[in-house]
């Protein structure tokens, strides 16, 4: 009774009740029967919403109500996508802004956003093509792939920056390549690892996510070295060629247009005046300029370094008590939108069927002789059984009991199975047409193929207790001497709360481990490598921790943001670690600094592009959406905060040292001149010898079998020397101007000569350099 009526009371001997429940059970067995089952339900649907009543309030749900309502929620939330297309646009047109008309990269900018865009199209359309089931959570994919393409469009840019404005086109892609391909490498194939450890996942919708998600990642970063290189080129000689970034028309500087002004107006001036930049940083903007010159340091400042640390702490200890709380599960009035009829249902349920939760079935899945006393008393035992566990209430929907009670009533008895079966197929049933559906006879009637029996939950609010009377009905079942199973269709539900917690600590951990393989092909240094991981480890408990206290649960849509999380986090350790291990100075903290100055632009703009890329879901009102926006903004926040603050001031106190070797860098050349046929613009490397004074050269050779080759043509006006103890501090920087050179032995692997220099401040001390030049 309590089942079907709702919020009961009695008055004056009268039942009154503010609630009546209906049920349909449509069969889903077979293919053909779920067909029509799914048919019945569309117009079923169709037919209510166009229902009303001045009397009666309805509300009404379907076994795939929550399917349909996310999939509208999540097709009405699509329309942000091209409001987030249009932010990514401007603000890398802002960010890039810098210059004048001919040196801007406003337009190049746009070529990168359309490379991200081509990538999502083929991603979707490949493996849609190959017959891959598209999910409602790959709706969010477009977001997170467009932002992690302006990241690696900013990385080349960046590299791009760095380059000698005066050396040729070929020659600064060469190096831009070079050298911001190997981020981009590091970045893409972290990424890639994450999706891939997901793809393993059982659920459904986090393997195919990621599947759509990783391939969407590998066009992404074959079109932005591809695609976005091919206009990088073209922009290098638009540039190089002093055309306007608009109608590619030759233009003259500003100056010079200023001089002749009586043959330009003002606005031809403001408008259409641009040179090729002299110097590196003429085309920086703003967003470029301002955090490479103020962020390291101040970072590096003693007390700025003491807050990083105590502020560490205090994040570590926040983190590990909010993950400790963290709950597991997905609240149906958070994914279900408040306007939804679904929404609705679930509140007149709530409200009207206090306490009472979910229909179990036992189930007894082979024939049983069920006129048999040991099976009579089995069944009564496991009912009672999981009555007193404290998870149900203490009746049960029994057609076994009902029917013997119905024979003890009626005088009735039977003296073999097939008597029992008769009298329980033509008297009782027809009867009792409310358990028709719970006994399935065999095609001869001569035994029970299946029965079931049930018993109604509690309804509880917590997903652990929910979980735990799913386990302890299976339990209970599967010590019964009987072959039974216990079955609800909210099982779907709760079977992710049992596992999800140690799915995501072992896809977790998993990623990590697959992270650390990368990062020892890029960072080969075990101090290096620790400090990584101790930053991987901290932002995944601080994603734990502060999910909690931003009210999210750990559910198949975060473990998907959480497996992100890991890859994020390289992307942006990885970055500084292998900045500081280039980096060059007389201690760690020039080393920082240097990182700092290198890799802090490229991470704060892609950062914040990846916010913008996710911005517009905040606003969204489905749940996957809001979900997956918090997530993010947590993982690009904590990613930021460690590799820009926490990362640096912990590579300043225990950062690995450099190797002791003296290491020589041309600081004046002629503009292609040849020393002997050899190159001098490249980095020269000198092992054997040391002329700083602490260490100065004493070795001799024996050079009898070498062809001497003397010339007077100095390629190098000048060398720095520059000397790294075992410790990887400078001890000896000096500046030592070349007076002669003689080759004395070609090779394939290089030219050795001997140089002697002078000290260009002390012009009384001269030094005989051994070099190689590779």
Known sequence: MSDV????????????AKAFRLRFNLAHDIQSTRRYAQSWERQFLRAVKEYSSLHLDISYAVSGSL????????????????????????????????????STRMLLAQAGVVAALLAIMASFGLLCMCGLVFVDICGVMPFL???KGLDDMFILLSGWRRTDVHASIEDRIAETFRTSAISMTITSLTDLLAFCIGATSPFLSVKNFCVFAGVAVFFCYLNQLTFFGGFLVLHARRVYSSRHCMTCRVVSDRDNMEINHRLFSKADVLCCSGSIPKEKGEEDSVCEKIPS???PKFLMSTPMKFFV?????????????????IKT??????????????????????MYYVGRGQPVMFVITEPTDYSSEKTQLEVQRILALAMSSGYVFPDSISWLSTYLEYANNNSVEWESKQHFLEHLRNDFLPRYPEFQNDVIFSDDHTSVEASRFYLTTKSFNDSDKEANMMISMRYIASNSTLPMLAYSPQFIYFEHYV????????????????????????????????CVTLTMVTIVLGMFGFMNFWGLELSVITKVQIILSVGFCVDFTIHTSHAFMAATGKNRNERV????????????????????GILMLAFASSYVFKSFFKTMLLVIVLGVAHSLLFLPVMLSFIGPRRTAKPVFIPVHHSARGILGGVDPTVQHSFPETDPCPSSPSTKEEDLSDIDHSPTKHHGLDEFELIRIDSDGDETCRKTLAPLSEEIVHRSPSGVRFKVMAQDSLDTASFQSLDIMNT
């Not at 009526?5 to 009154?16: K, P, Q, W």
């Not at 996310?70 to 990514?88: G, N, P």
């Open 145 to 147: 792939v467009l932002g």
């Open 5 to 16: 009526l709702g919020h009961i009371s009695f008055d004056n001997h009268y039942l009154r």
């Open 67 to 102: 399917d349909i309502e996310l999939a509208d929620d999540l097709a009405s939330d699509t329309k942000f996508f091209s409001l987030t297309i249009i932010i990514m646009a401007m603000y890398a047109s802002f960010v890039t802004s810098g210059g004048d008309w001919v």
């Open 293 to 295: 010159s103020f962020l």
């Open 309 to 325: 640390m105590g502020l560490f702490i205090v994040y570590i200890v926040m983190s590990t008590w909010g993950a400790s709380e």
């Open 499 to 530: 596992s999800i917690l140690k799915d995501t600590l072992l896809a977790v951990g998993v990623a990590i481990i697959g992270m650390l393989f990368i990062a020892l092909m890029f960072i080969p240094h075990p101090i290096a490598i620790t």
């Open 329 to 350: 599960g997905v609240k149906f009035k958070n994914v279900v939108p408040e306007k939804s009829y679904f929404s609705q249902y679930i509140q007149h349920q709530r």
């Open 593 to 612: 600094l240097c990182a700092m100055e290198a890799v802090g632009v490229p991470i704060m703009n892609g950062a914040f592009t990846s916010i913008l």
